[in-house]
């Protein structure tokens, strides 16, 4: 505890903007323990950095090119601390206050910085955060994922939700089934499921969500149970649940 | 042949004030007492009680104007049915007499009175005529000046529409983000760059104060709106830098052209917001304005990625751009969207107004 205090916190700024990044810097020059390792321009470049350089503390900006601040947070996960930083947002902010994260209004001022750094020293570092459910939390009701991201070690790839095929739980992690490849990715199919548009993405099965315009057939399979044919040509399991909830979404769209 | 129209507007009110049956006693006591046959004493003691029962000829002839309203059917069937109904209600106007006349001759000095009246039954129809004709022309006033009401109420009521909407245009258009943002901007300037700072300031409250200023002006010339839109990217070249970059071609003749105060503001907003904000190396924002044939044409177009996250707020300016087209040139103006993978376009077009022509 005590020579945890006396090493310093090395610490990724991300910001889009020159200006929004200076101003941070500039503030935690005052605070000693704090020591900036890298600054990034956008969501892609701090995943790479957090990679690289494994910090002990993030200042992210919400809206950001090519990966917002959520998207950052789900591929890098959720140990290491995060204090967000957004202009206005309403949704961000409300998710921040659900999730106790802490967050920084712009523009930023130096007490409450001081004090959303007194918060990380004294948060218990095992505390763990559901990054998905932060972004659910973020989307205004009614909206859902445009797109899905996924990392691969450094590689970080943007599945559009009407590329996806289905996807498949596989014990802590999905598989992501997009354009013939399959991406895992570490989140719950439950998380997955809430954050797809259900009038176009089913549960058919415990483990399996299809997109429903990839959807052929269904076909009986033994007794009392079914497959779905996909245009592919790849055959998916029905539960009865699953073919339920799929007769209701057929009957709703028709 | 009488078919039932399904009216937009709601069918008049059909009022008989009660007092009504005055004037038509005035008409009726002398009417019966000069043309017919019958003393002063039995045409006021005849004519009295026949007034008071007569007020169903004005109701009647109020429903009739309601069912042929003026200037719906052509004169002559408009004239047959009134003549049909005034005729109708007068028989039974005579139906009603013919008892009074028969009760009253039983009074010893009225002797006689029933057999006059059936003589002189024919001043009945004759009142009843004249009574059915005034009071046609006083509901067809009526109704008339029931329908102006009515258009009057309405027009306040849709400029009071579209004031309100104006009201929430502009509130919405200062957007909290840009606010936001911009003075972040501004307390980062402070500390290295204090001239650079005290003139986004400047800009800040030029932007604002010129915001605020056309919030009063329905219409503006376009060169204001440039100006305008000058600050604007003024200020966000402050915060996105190289990232920002415009280009313009504005016909000189644009410039002179009338169009809704802060109506290309929000495009650019949006063009800033989810083009160059969307982009790590930022991109360009092009804007048109040309005059053809009468008519203003107007583009914006800006670069964008299209694996970007979506922001928010998005589609509420387009949305108020177009819903203040539509409130102030209806069909005369259009406004469409082109989305490409890396490019978004709005392009209108809208009538070329001058100020010396309003």
Not at chain 1, 61 to 85: R, S
Not at chain 2, 78 to 83: C, I, M, R, V
Not at chain 2, 107 to 118: E, S
Not at chain 2, 236 to 263: D, H, N, Y
Request: proline content about 4%.
């Amino acid at each position: 505890m005590s020579k945890a205090e006396h090493r310093k916190l090395r610490t990724l700024v991300v910001d889009d903007e020159d200006l929004a990044r200076q101003v941070l810097r500039e503030l935690l020059g005052a605070h000693p323990e704090i020591e900036v390792i890298a600054e990034c321009r956008n969501g892609l470049e701090a995943v790479k950095a957090f990679a690289e350089h494994k910090p002990d503390l993030l200042f992210l900006d919400v809206q950001m090119p090519k990966l917002t601040g959520f998207d950052v947070l789900e591929l890098i996960g959720a140990e290491t601390p995060v204090i967000f930083v957004t202009a206005y947002d309403e949704y961000a902010m409300k998710a921040f206050e659900v999730h106790a994260v802490d967050y920084l209004l712009k523009p930023v001022g130096k007490e409450r910085l001081a004090s959303a750094l007194q918060r990380v020293k004294a948060r218990p570092p095992e505390k763990v955060l559901a990054a998905s459910e932060l972004a659910a939390a973020a989307r205004p009701a009614g909206q859902f994922a445009e797109r899905l991201v996924v990392k691969d070690g450094t590689r970080v790839t943007l599945i559009p939700v009407g590329k996806l095929d289905f996807a498949e739980a596989q014990d802590d992690y999905v598989a992501l089934a997009s354009e013939g490849k399959k991406h895992l990715k570490q989140q719950t199919i439950a998380s997955l499921e809430a954050a797809l548009d259900p009038r176009l993405f089913v549960r058919i099965h415990r483990s399996y969500i299809v997109n429903l315009e990839r959807v052929a057939r269904i076909e009986p399979y033994g007794k009392e149970s079914r497959v779905a044919v996909l245009a592919s040509g790849i055959k998916l399991p029905v539960s009865r649940a699953g073919y339920a909830r799929l007769q209701t979404l057929l009957q709703e769209r028709s | 042949m009488a078919t039932v129209m399904a009216e937009r507007r709601k069918a008049p009110a059909v009022r008989v004030p009660k007092l009504a049956w005055i004037p038509i006693a005035i008409v009726l006591v002398p009417s019966l007492f000069t043309l017919g046959h019958i003393s002063w004493l039995s045409a006021l003691l005849l004519g009295i009680p026949l007034s008071l029962f007569s007020l169903f000829i004005p109701l009647a002839a109020g429903y009739v104007c309601r069912f042929s309203p003026s200037g719906r059917d052509r004169w002559w069937s408009s004239a047959l049915t009134h003549l049909v109904a005034a005729l109708l209600l007068s028989f039974l106007w005579r139906l009603i007499a013919t008892p009074f006349a028969r009760a009253l001759s039983f009074i010893p000095q009225l002797y006689g009175l029933d057999k006059q009246f059936a003589q002189d039954a024919w001043i009945i129809y004759f009142v009843g005529c004249i009574v059915y004709s005034l009071s046609a022309a006083f509901h067809y006033v009526a109704f008339a000046q029931d329908a102006a009401r009515q258009v009057e109420l309405k027009a306040v009521e849709t400029s009071m529409l579209a004031r309100d909407a104006e009201l929430r245009a502009l509130r919405a258009q200062i957007n909290p983000h840009f606010l936001f943002n911009s003075l972040n901007s501004i307390s980062a300037l402070t500390s290295v760059d204090g001239a650079r700072a005290r003139e986004m300031c400047l800009l800040l409250a030029d932007f604002l104060r010129l915001t605020l200023g056309m919030g009063e002006k329905s219409v503006i010339p376009f060169s204001e709106e440039l100006a305008l839109l000058e600050k604007f990217l003024a200020i966000e070249k402050v915060r996105f830098g190289e990232r920002l970059r415009m280009t313009e071609s504005i016909e000189e003749g644009a410039r002179q052209c009338l169009i809704p105060a802060l109506l290309l503001q929000p495009l650019l907003e949006n063009a800033v917001s989810h083009g160059i904000a969307s982009m790590a190396d930022g991109g360009t924002i092009h804007l048109e304005a040309r005059v053809q044939a009468g008519r203003l044409g107007i583009v914006v177009e800006n670069d964008r990625d299209d694996e970007a996250p979506s922001r928010r707020r998005n589609g509420v300016g387009l949305k108020n751009v177009r819903s203040r087209l539509e409130a102030r040139y209806g069909r005369e103006a259009s406004l469409r969207t082109e989305a490409a993978e890396d490019r978004f376009r709005v392009s209108m077009s809208l009538p070329a107004e001058y100020a010396e022509t309003r």
